[in-house]
T-cell receptor, first 112, second 115 residues
């Protein structure tokens, strides 16, 4: 199919690391993005990775990209209760601006 | 990053009526995008709005149902026409930056409930 796949739920304890996984569909995707959506809020862009990179780190966030398996992951170190939200991965296929293909989102719950 | 505002933030509408959603961006942009997020689902692109030309609609979306205006480079409206309960969704406006990552930013969304 054409869907971007994510597991729907993840629960972690405060202070632990969270790893959110995503499988995308198009091997020619140029950019891959992670968004965060808190209850009642819009989408906040967290980070992105270009397809010629394997890893990108930004403070507590680490993105890993495996192009061979079309697998993307977002690791959140030292997860806090404020990180509880829905996390979406999205891919940009080809050169078309503005058209992103999203997964259904992973609900991250952080327990104190 | 772009700052995007939308009005209204939420609304409850009767079946058969129409609602116009406004999107304002704090900088001039060539293209603006409208997305829909149905309950528990991913986001789906409805259409791309360019200033001075007709919007380009994605498969499954038509102009009669979702007319779009783009009167200038910082503003756009999306109308949801002849609403039914299936139109209950979050509607989000989006823009793309010209930075190296072509970061895409979203407005806070308009939560529409059709009864």
């Amino acid at each position: 199919g054409e869907d971007v796949e994510q597991s729907l739920f993840l629960s972690v304890r405060e202070g632990d690391s969270s790893v959110i996984n995503c499988t995308y569909t198009d091997s020619s995707s140029t950019y891959l993005y992670w968004y965060k959506q808190e209850p009642g809020a819009g989408l906040q862009l967290l980070t992105y990775i270009f397809s010629n990179m394997d890893m990108k780190q930004d403070q507590r966030l680490t993105v890993l990209l495996n192009k061979k398996d079309k697998h993307l992951s977002l690791r959140i170190a030292d997860t806090q209760t404020g990180d509880s939200a829905i996390y979406f991965c999205a891919e940009r296929r080809g050169s078309t601006l503005g058209r992103l293909y999203f997964g259904r989102g992973t609900q991250l719950t952080v327990w104190p | 990053s772009a700052v995007i505002s939308q009005k209204p933030s939420r609304d409850i509408c009767q079946r058969g009526t129409s609602l116009t959603i406004q999107c304002q961006v704090d900088s001039q942009v060539t293209m603006m995008f409208w997305y829909r997020q149905q309950p528990g689902q991913s986001l789906t692109l409805i259409a791309t709005a360019n200033q001075g030309s007709e919007a380009t609609y994605e498969s499954g979306f038509v102009i009669d149902k979702f007319p779009i205006s783009r009167p200038n480079l910082t503003f756009s409206t999306l109308t949801v026409s002849n609403m039914s309960p299936e139109d209950s969704s979050i509607y989000l406006c989006s823009v793309v930056s010209t930075g190296e990552g072509y970061e895409q930013y979203f407005g806070p969304g308009t939560r529409l409930t059709v009864t």
